[in-house]
């Protein structure tokens, strides 16, 4: 072949692959109770923007973002009715003023070439994607209630304002179910700067990873009640990360380099008091910097446990100050590991409660590490797939429109995506009424989060549970399968339903993955559970049968194995998404996730289980868990009806019996477990946050002025053993920590600045 024809035939061959699938493919999406015509999935430069680094391109962005003229921006409480995905090609993007996002929007570069957002020098506005606007005073959406969103593949660049005037790259005060991923920020290095990469003052997160942050005065400056986050970068920045206040954080595999100071957790409260509740720093390197933690921990400051911290597997090279305290070093640095560092309140037998040294690390099984530390893997894009590689579901004959039964067309579309091919849920809500099979070797990503939804007689009966997504035929199958960005939830009584059912062992070498998939039970359009149906009903134990929404949200069986899930929200909606005022609902779900692997070997990364009726989070019979920060709400309800009732205990589930279990217990016990851990062992825990705010829908039992008495015990080890936990938070719960039937742990004993912390647990 002659060297031309050869670069011809190269040429072709991009030509035809193009940069990105997502830019190639038919979309054809749908957004049932968006209005005709609507369109989910809008290219930027379909709206006039150029992305040739000279055209200012904000107004043709925000075109895309608003098309439709019914998006969810200001004045609106949220909604799921609108979605859009806006896509950015390769290109550099010139800002002159903030985006602004709507509500259910995801923002979506090329991930093979980076688009760049570049502010102008006269760039104005809070952020040049500013998630959440001040409109007003107040945020433009409640912080907590700001679900569905993602950013990814973008590199921020506010170089061209001057290093001396306020500026930030990303403004993202959110909650569950959100993500920041693969972006880069670069900002000025000059030492006047005062740019700030990602600011974050609230919410109730949430996940973010693979960040890298360039210059700046800060990069990220970070208020929020919880937060994984895991692969950032930090280059030149005075300051990596300024923790604003938390309840607890967990940071893992972050490097810093010629940084001033790594990570700030030494923030003031209100009267003298500390804001930061804890943080957790793991698997994380250290260098050329001058201080890698700041603290302002004692044995006198208050609240009593604020400001507790872990470092695990922390690298220093070239650093003098490892851990800095008010009053001096408290840890020196130089060129080391630090295997185990702490300071808080432990519970560890012989020790003494005050923890403030070195600490023994945990010892970590093979089977659930990689290359450095616990075992990750990024959200996988497909990036080196063509268009012609993604089967799409609505081509394939499923409608996604929210009435018709696309049980057997996604049931084609699902076994037709073989041979490395790529099923993609175009946007819609599909409603099926009988089991999905998923088989190893699928993969399946959705776009701008589909919906799939039990419903019917099949999912009725709640002594006959049936799943509605079956991964791997029979428990133990083997293989390997990868869900992304998509929602399981349920149209009308679905009592008898159990969203996912995982059957599927995987190779440690080669887990199956779930990334930023979510289960969403009731308090949408298309649930046939809102404020019509279901509105919440104070001082009645009254059950609507009408209103249960499901069985279990998710479960993983005795011979499967072999899961990582990063980011994974499994909600029993509390509240109206489409409400104008959010108005609360009582919904029904009777299990969040329970785990019977016998093998065990599962990574839960950045995860959260919330309104479950029995339990939150149980595992039984199981071993091998790593968990990061991972979250819980007890149903707002409760103790009205309590958990003894509308679902009956099955024993073969090992199903926690309040009956006999709250025998002379006082308070309210018979509520909903935050975690349960029963017959098992080898729990590698690093941040959980179990809470308890309400007694039917009042939220006075939650304070420390209450007594924090929402509810008598919130997690429970039984016969359980070598189980690891940094980091537990709770609220509500007058117990924070039951072993065997007798509470290890007081609330009161261990105040933290809105939570109780214990920042180590060891059960021996």
Same mark, same amino acid.
């Given at each position: 072949?002659?060297?031309?024809?050869?670069? $011809?035939?190269?040429?072709?061959?991009?030509?035809?692959?193009?940069?990105?699938? !997502?830019?190639?493919?038919?979309?054809?999406?749908?957004?049932?109770?968006?209005?005709?015509?609507?369109?989910?999935?809008?290219?930027?430069?379909?709206?006039?923007?150029?992305?040739?680094?000279?055209?200012?391109?904000?107004?043709?962005?925000?075109?895309?973002?608003?098309?439709?003229?019914?998006?969810?921006?200001?004045?609106?409480?949220?909604?799921?009715?609108?979605? *859009?995905? =806006?896509?950015?090609?390769?290109?550099? #993007?010139?800002?002159?003023?903030?985006?602004?996002?709507? +509500?259910?929007?995801?923002?979506?570069?090329?991930?093979?070439?980076?688009?760049?957002?570049?502010?102008?020098?006269?760039?104005?506005? %809070?952020?040049?994607?500013?998630?959440?606007?001040?409109?007003?005073?107040?945020?433009?959406?409640?912080?907590?209630?700001?679900?569905?969103?993602?950013?990814?593949?973008?590199?921020?660049?506010? &170089?061209?304002?001057?290093?001396?005037?306020?500026?930030?790259?990303?403004?993202?005060? &959110?909650?569950?179910?959100?993500?920041?991923?693969?972006?880069?920020?670069?900002?000025?290095?000059?030492?006047?700067? =005062?740019?700030?990469? !990602?600011?974050?003052?609230?919410?109730?997160?949430?996940?973010?990873?693979?960040?890298?942050?360039?210059?700046?005065? @800060?990069?990220?400056?970070?208020?929020?009640?919880?937060?994984?986050?895991?692969?950032? =970068?930090?280059?030149?920045?005075?300051?990596?990360?300024?923790?604003?206040?938390?309840?607890?954080?967990?940071?893992?595999?972050?490097?810093?380099?010629? =940084?001033?100071?790594?990570?700030?957790?030494?923030?003031?409260?209100?009267?003298?008091?500390?804001?930061?509740?804890?943080?957790?720093?793991?698997?994380?390197?250290?260098?050329?910097?001058?201080?890698?933690?700041?603290?302002?921990?004692?044995?006198?400051?208050?609240?009593?446990?604020?400001?507790?911290?872990?470092?695990?597997?922390?690298?220093?090279?070239?650093?003098? $100050? *490892?851990?800095?305290?008010?009053?001096?070093?408290?840890?020196?640095?130089?060129?080391? $590991?630090?295997?185990?560092?702490?300071?808080?309140?432990? #519970?560890?037998?012989?020790?003494?409660?005050?923890?403030?040294?070195?600490?023994?690390?945990?010892?970590?099984? *093979?089977?659930?590490?990689?290359?450095?530390? %616990?075992?990750?893997?990024?959200?996988?894009?497909?990036?080196?797939?063509?268009?012609?590689?993604?089967?799409?579901?609505?081509?394939?004959?499923?409608?996604?429109?929210? &009435?018709?039964?696309?049980?057997? *067309?996604?049931?084609?579309?699902?076994?037709?995506?073989?041979?490395?091919?790529?099923?993609?849920?175009?946007?819609?809500?599909?409603?099926?009424?009988?089991?999905?099979?998923?088989?190893?070797?699928?993969?399946?990503?959705?776009?701008?989060?589909?919906?799939?939804?039990?419903?019917?007689?099949?999912?009725?009966?709640?002594?006959?549970?049936?799943?509605?997504?079956?991964?791997?035929?029979?428990?133990?199958?083997?293989?390997?399968?990868?869900?992304?960005?998509?929602?399981?939830?349920?149209?009308?009584?679905?009592?008898?339903?159990?969203?996912?059912?995982?059957? !599927?062992?995987?190779?440690?070498?080669?887990?199956?993955?779930?990334?930023?998939?979510?289960?969403?039970?009731?308090?949408?359009?298309?649930?046939?559970?809102?404020?019509?149906?279901?509105?919440?009903?104070?001082?009645?134990?009254?059950?609507?049968?009408?209103?249960?929404?499901? +069985?279990?949200?998710?479960?993983?069986?005795?011979?499967?194995?072999?899961?990582?899930?990063?980011?994974?929200?499994?909600?029993?909606?509390?509240?109206?998404?489409?409400?104008? &005022?959010?108005?609360?609902?009582?919904?029904?779900?009777?299990?969040?996730? #329970?785990?019977?692997?016998?093998?065990?070997?599962?990574?839960?990364?950045?995860?959260?289980?919330?309104?479950?009726?029995?339990?939150?989070?149980? %595992?039984?019979? @199981?071993?091998?868990?790593?968990?990061?920060?991972?979250?819980?709400?007890?149903?707002?309800?409760?103790?009205?009806?309590?958990?003894?009732?509308?679902?009956?205990?099955?024993?073969?589930?090992?199903?926690?019996?309040?009956?006999?279990?709250?025998?002379?217990?006082?308070?309210?016990?018979?509520?909903?477990?935050?975690?349960?851990?029963?017959?098992?062992?080898?729990?590698?825990? +690093?941040?959980?946050?179990?809470?308890?705010?309400?007694?039917? #829908?009042?939220?006075?039992?939650?304070?420390?002025?209450?007594?924090?008495?929402?509810?008598?015990?919130?997690?429970?080890?039984?016969?359980?053993?070598?189980?690891?936990?940094?980091?537990?938070?709770?609220?509500?719960?007058?117990?924070?920590?039951?072993?065997?039937?007798?509470?290890?742990?007081?609330?009161?004993?261990?105040?933290?600045?809105?939570?109780?912390?214990?920042?180590? +647990?060891?059960?021996?």
């Amino acid at each position: 072949m002659r060297f031309s024809t050869f670069l $011809t035939a190269v040429a072709s061959l991009a030509v035809g692959i193009n940069a990105y699938w !997502l830019e190639d493919v038919t979309h054809q999406g749908v957004a049932p109770f968006a209005g005709s015509g609507y369109k989910v999935f809008r290219n930027v430069k379909d709206y006039g923007a150029k992305g040739d680094g000279s055209t200012d391109d904000t107004a043709a962005i925000a075109a895309a973002m608003n098309d439709g003229g019914n998006r969810c921006l200001q004045g609106c409480a949220s909604t799921t009715t609108t979605p *859009a995905v =806006v896509y950015f090609p390769s290109g550099t #993007y010139v800002i002159s003023k903030s985006l602004m996002p709507p +509500y259910f929007t995801q923002l979506i570069g090329d991930p093979t070439n980076r688009p760049v957002l570049k502010a102008t020098s006269n760039f104005a506005g %809070f952020g040049l994607v500013d998630g959440n606007p001040y409109f007003t005073e107040n945020l433009n959406w409640v912080s907590v209630n700001v679900f569905y969103r993602q950013m990814r593949n973008f590199v921020i660049d506010t &170089t061209a304002i001057a290093p001396g005037t306020a500026a930030t790259g990303i403004h993202w005060p &959110t909650s569950q179910a959100t993500s920041l991923i693969n972006i880069e920020f670069n900002m000025p290095t000059d030492p006047s700067t =005062v740019h700030v990469g !990602l600011f974050v003052e609230s919410g109730s997160g949430g996940f973010m990873s693979d960040l890298t942050f360039n210059g700046g005065a @800060t990069g990220a400056s970070l208020g929020n009640q919880q937060y994984t986050m895991r692969n950032l =970068v930090f280059n030149n920045c005075q300051t990596g990360i300024i923790q604003l206040w938390n309840w607890g954080w967990t940071y893992i595999n972050l490097q810093f380099n010629n =940084v001033g100071t790594g990570i700030d957790i030494s923030a003031p409260g209100a009267d003298n008091t500390l804001a930061v509740g804890s943080a957790i720093i793991m698997d994380s390197t250290f260098t050329n910097s001058q201080i890698a933690v700041k603290t302002a921990y004692t044995t006198s400051t208050t609240p009593d446990t604020a400001g507790s911290v872990i470092l695990e597997n922390v690298k220093l090279s070239n650093v003098p $100050t *490892a851990v800095q305290g008010g009053s001096g070093s408290l840890l020196a640095g130089g060129s080391t $590991t630090i295997t185990g560092w702490g300071q808080g309140h432990q #519970y560890v037998s012989g020790a003494n409660r005050e923890l403030s040294g070195n600490i023994t690390p945990n010892t970590r099984p *093979a089977s659930l590490t990689g290359s450095n530390g %616990f075992y990750s893997r990024s959200k996988p894009q497909y990036n080196d797939l063509a268009a012609s590689n993604i089967v799409s579901a609505r081509a394939s004959g499923a409608k996604g429109d929210g &009435t018709t039964d696309d049980t057997a *067309a996604l049931q084609s579309a699902i076994n037709s995506a073989t041979g490395g091919k790529v099923l993609f849920l175009d946007y819609g809500l599909y409603k099926v009424t009988g089991t999905l099979s998923i088989p190893a070797g699928t993969k399946i990503i959705g776009e701008g989060y589909p919906i799939i939804m039990a419903s019917g007689s099949f999912f009725g009966d709640i002594n006959n549970p049936k799943p509605m997504l079956q991964v791997g035929a029979n428990s133990g199958d083997a293989g390997q399968v990868e869900l992304v960005d998509f929602v399981v939830g349920n149209s009308g009584p679905a009592p008898g339903a159990i969203l996912i059912e995982w059957n !599927l062992a995987s190779d440690v070498a080669n887990p199956s993955g779930m990334w930023e998939v979510h289960a969403r039970v009731g308090g949408f359009s298309g649930s046939n559970m809102q404020v019509a149906q279901c509105v919440k009903n104070v001082g009645s134990a009254d059950i609507n049968s009408n209103c249960i929404g499901a +069985y279990m949200l998710m479960h993983v069986t005795p011979k499967a194995s072999g899961l990582y899930m990063e980011n994974t929200w499994l909600w029993t909606a509390d509240h109206d998404i489409e409400d104008a &005022t959010n108005t609360q609902i009582t919904v029904f779900s009777g299990r969040g996730l #329970y785990i019977e692997s016998t093998v065990g070997n599962f990574w839960l990364v950045g995860t959260a289980c919330e309104h479950n009726h029995l339990y939150n989070y149980q %595992f039984a019979n @199981t071993k091998n868990i790593f968990v990061s920060m991972f979250q819980t709400e007890t149903p707002y309800y409760m103790p009205l009806p309590d958990a003894t009732k509308p679902f009956p205990v099955v024993s073969s589930l090992n199903d926690p019996d309040f009956a006999a279990s709250c025998s002379g217990v006082s308070g309210n016990c018979a509520e909903s477990w935050g975690l349960r851990i029963v017959d098992s062992s080898d729990f590698f825990i +690093y941040g959980a946050g179990f809470y308890s705010f309400f007694n039917n #829908y009042d939220t006075s039992c939650s304070t420390v002025e209450a007594g924090e008495n929402c509810q008598s015990r919130i997690v429970s080890l039984e016969n359980s053993s070598n189980i690891n936990i940094y980091g537990l938070n709770t609220i509500g719960s007058l117990s924070m920590l039951d072993k065997d039937g007798t509470s290890v742990a007081s609330w009161k004993d261990n105040v933290n600045v809105y939570p109780a912390n214990i920042i180590m +647990y060891k059960s021996g």
